[in-house]
T-cell receptor
């Protein structure tokens, strides 16, 4: 079965600094990969997705992620953090048994300091 | 479209009571998922449906949990009897096929006392 590892349960950055949230997946076949964001007391919102097209994927709110097959990674980045980016971020991968079942990582809580 | 709609948003119940959570998926979505989120276990997939048919219920924790999808616009997750360890946020999500990602509802926060 697929699995997702998010390195760092908590990440703290200063406003204006680079945001880097790490995600590694286990897969023997190219998966579909996703990043979701969850604000307090809200559901999960899709930030971006990789579905075997361009390896650099741009999403909403200035986030982007790069699929690196050789490293089995799909790290999320944003050049300049904003206070409103403070939230929990989840990386997800489609299960090898079907492209509609998502397996989620444990999440990374991003704090942004002034 | 209003998105995935879940009700109620909050539910507090006593141990042993039956709890029913409801979900209306996005119109036209063929897949519906029920997830549970806790601090200890993160996001767990409980069950998912395709065209109203349960496909994988391997995540349902025990027989106290059951889910139905009587039609394309409605699903329920039932816990009977409820226990304090069932306290969690339960999310419903829906999607179209081919890995376009799932769209989540706002969740139901369940507290069993």
């Amino acid at each position: 079965a697929q699995s997702v590892t998010q390195l760092g349960s908590h990440v703290s950055v200063s406003e204006g600094a680079l945001v880097l949230l790490r995600c590694n997946y286990s897969s023997s076949v190219p998966p579909y990969l996703f990043w979701y964001v969850q604000y307090p007391n809200q559901g999960l919102q899709l930030l971006l997705k990789y579905t075997s097209a361009a390896t650099l994927v741009k999403g909403i709110n200035g986030f982007e992620a790069e699929f690196k097959k050789s490293e089995t990674s799909f790290h999320l980045t944003k050049p300049s953090a904003h206070m409103s980016d403070a939230a929990e971020y989840f990386c997800a991968v489609t299960d090898s048994g079907g492209y509609n079942k998502l397996i989620f990582g444990a999440g990374t809580r991003l704090a942004v300091h002034p | 479209d209003a998105g995935v709609i879940q009700s109620p948003r909050h539910e507090v119940t006593e141990m042993g009571q039956e709890v029913t959570l409801r979900c209306k998926p996005i119109s036209g979505h063929d897949y519906l998922f029920w997830y549970r989120q806790t601090m200890m276990r993160g996001l767990e997939l409980l069950i998912y449906f395709n065209n109203n048919v349960p496909i994988d219920d391997s995540g349902m924790p025990e027989d106290r949990f059951s889910a139905k999808m009587p039609n394309a616009s409605f699903s329920t997750l039932k816990i009977q009897p409820s226990e304090p360890r069932d306290s969690a946020v339960y999310f419903c999500a829906s999607s179209v096929p081919q890995g376009f990602g799932a769209f989540f509802g706002q969740g139901t926060r369940l507290t069993v006392v």
